[in-house]
């Protein structure tokens, strides 16, 4: 039986696939824009696969902090008067006293989410929360794309299809998690993105705990089994001699400031290459000084009482991994030595990362419309536009996947607010109202004016 296809007008002036704070921070940028101009208004909407807003959920554990600044929200870096920021928050929560006498930059984890719920649920209405983007179609009218039908399927009723127009699409559909190649999850194996909802599953307490990798996620696990399980051993394994400081120096730190995008964006390919090799210890696969503190602490104490439970096994690489009903096997060897041994643990976490997610893989046949370089990476512009065929007059912009055009900061927090103001702007500055020439192919009515 053929799915059941619904049409959901009005036509949008941007469509967003993902919600997640990228996307949560576009609306409140539009929100503020309309606003500020009352009579040429966006009308914004968004899709997202969960059903129910979430950031990172599997790591919002109890000690955690964020690792930037609350003033690096969701909008206090474009419009510090915004009410959307973080400190509107607290002061709508009743805890804006208490914070500033905190002394701290850097919010709980738990609680910066919450910050991200309260305003989400301020554009619960422009959400289809629960729904998969399938595919995208180019619509043609005069030899010319004008708008974009997005198609997507509810995961509650999977034989419908809901088509929904707009003249501009903004893709953050976010990052993957990876675990090493050819391995699954399974109820004792498990990637870091899910930690706390397994843990909540376990059918008893652990006798043994491994944690593969070497940055900030896996030290916090490492430290948190130690914490939550005191009777238990604690493995953590990686092929640095140590964990990696993050480098968070006020000089440093400056590669994340709005102004360091224009810069990598202009410089050539070659001195992009040198940034990211200068200063991928910013982000990546790197630990807060402090938790490497505390780990190293604990396993000092450990010593003098000469009870260790918490092993550091540094250059150490996982040669094989053996689930079993009640427990993973792991063949571990010794870098230096070449040594290998064999680990029985009730779970393994492996803190491995993410990748990017094909920004343009939800495109379908519309992908074609966009440009690549010669090595297969997206052309995209400064603002975050992505650069289409010229019969393309709708726009495709992009919140994360671009980091060889944009830098470091292309999908982390640090930049959301500022990016997604510019991302209206582009936006505002090629719709109906203030372009001539796209006034006269105007559709406001819906679909009954339109046909692909």
């Known amino acids: 039986m053929q799915p059941k296809t619904t049409y959901s007008g009005p036509v949008f002036d941007i469509l967003g696939v993902g919600f997640g704070p990228s996307n ?23 899709i997202e696969r969960k059903q129910a807003f979430g950031w990172h959920k599997g790591m919002l554990l109890d000690e955690a ?11 206090t870096m474009r419009n510090p008067q915004s009410r959307y920021t973080f400190l509107m928050y607290l002061h709508q929560r009743g805890r804006l006293v208490q914070f500033i006498n905190h002394k701290t930059l850097f919010p709980l984890r738990i609680e910066f989410h919450d910050y991200l719920e309260w305003v989400a649920a ?49 893709i953050a559909s976010g990052i993957v998690p990876t675990l090493p190649l050819g391995l699954e999850g399974t109820e004792r194996l498990w990637h870091s993105s899910e930690f706390l909802n397994r843990l909540a599953a376990l059918p008893s307490d652990p006798s043994v705990c491994t944690v593969i990798g070497a940055g900030q996620s896996a030290a916090e696990i490492a430290g948190h089994l130690h914490d939550r399980f005191p009777r238990a051993d604690v493995h953590a394994v990686f ?8 480098d968070d120096s ?5 590669v994340f400031d709005p102004e360091a995008v224009d810069e990598f964006f202009s410089a050539p390919p070659h001195v992009q290459q040198k940034f990211f090799h200068y200063h991928a210890n910013t982000n990546y696969s790197v630990v807060d000084p402090e938790v490497i503190d505390d780990l190293f602490g604990r396993v000092y104490r ?4 000469g009870v260790p439970r918490l092993h550091i096994r540094h250059m150490t690489e996982v040669k094989q991994v053996v689930s079993e009903p009640d427990r993973v096997r792991l063949r571990l060897e010794h870098l230096p030595t070449g040594e290998e041994t064999d680990l029985d643990t009730d779970l393994v976490v492996f803190a491995t990362g993410y990748r990017p997610m094909d920004p343009l893989a939800v495109l379908g046949p519309a992908a074609s419309l966009c440009k690549r370089d010669s090595s297969g990476l997206l052309h995209v512009q400064r603002d975050h536009q992505v650069v289409t065929e010229g019969s393309v007059e709708c726009g495709i912009y992009l919140q994360g ?15 959301t607010a500022v990016r997604a103001g510019e991302i ?21 009515k819906g679909f009954s004016d339109v046909r692909s």
């Open 24 to 46: 949560l921070a576009l609306a409140v940028a539009v929100d503020e824009h309309n606003a500020a101009t009352p009579d040429s208004p966006l009308r914004a909407g968004f």
């Open 65 to 75: 902090t964020m690792q930037v600044s609350f003033l690096k929200d969701l909008a």
């Open 122 to 170: 301020q554009f619960e209405e422009l959400v289809r929360y629960g729904a998969e983007v399938v595919e995208v179609r180019p619509v043609e009218e005069g030899g010319r794309i004008v708008f974009l039908d997005v198609v997507s399927r509810d995961g509650d009723d999977p034989d419908t299809v809901i088509v929904q127009r707009t003249r501009n699409l903004v």
């Open 239 to 246: 092929s640095r001699y140590g964990y990696s400081p993050a």
């Open 250 to 254: 006020p000089f440093a730190n400056r």
């Open 302 to 305: 450990e010593s003098v009482r």
């Open 401 to 415: 996947g671009t980091e060889h055009t944009h830098g470091l900061s292309s999908s982390l927090l640090s930049t």
């Open 424 to 444: 209206v702007l582009s936006v505002a500055g090629r719709s109906p109202d203030t372009d001539p020439e796209l006034t006269e192919r105007r559709m406001s």
